[in-house]
């Protein structure tokens, strides 16, 4: 699963280590959604529910932020403990771009969020 991909459109979740522990350079993609009434990343495409609306809308606005390789060494990140460093970066950059807060909530979190509101139901 990308990091920090899993929201409403309304926060950025905390990222995981997976993508930042090995110090490479990342790419990073960002969408945001510009629709007043309807944000894409708010209904959940496994749901039939998600996939009628998105259906019925015929035009979706967004921006697509497409970045050059982020890499760690070009900001005096090389030791595998300095992933976190790399991450919070990565994260402000993106936080930025989007004009959303941070959340401490991760992807577990969100997940277990929808298993018990049952809205995000899998049909």
């Known amino acids: 699963m990308p ?3 899993y929201t409403n459109g309304s926060c950025l979740l905390k990222f995981k280590k997976g993508a930042f522990l090995p110090m490479k350079p990342i790419k ?3 969408f945001k959604y ?3 009434r309807y944000n894409l990343s708010n209904i959940g495409l496994r749901s039939l529910f998600g996939r009628l609306i ?3 809308q015929p035009k979706r606005n967004w921006k697509i932020y497409e970045f050059d390789a982020f890499d760690p060494a070009k900001i005096g990140l090389t030791k595998e403990e300095d992933w976190e460093q790399f991450a919070a970066k ?3 950059i993106m ?3 989007l004009e959303v807060p941070s959340s401490d909530l ?3 979190d969100q997940k277990e969020y929808e ?5 995000f139901y899998d049909w």
Do not use: N, P, Q, Y
């Open 3 to 5: 990091e920090g991909c």
């Open 28 to 30: 990073m993609i960002c």
């Open 34 to 36: 510009l629709d007043e």
């Open 90 to 92: 990565a994260h402000k």
């Open 106 to 108: 991760t992807f577990k």
């Open 115 to 119: 298993a018990l509101s049952g809205f």
């Open 95 to 97: 936080r930025t771009v």
């Open 54 to 56: 998105v259906a019925c």
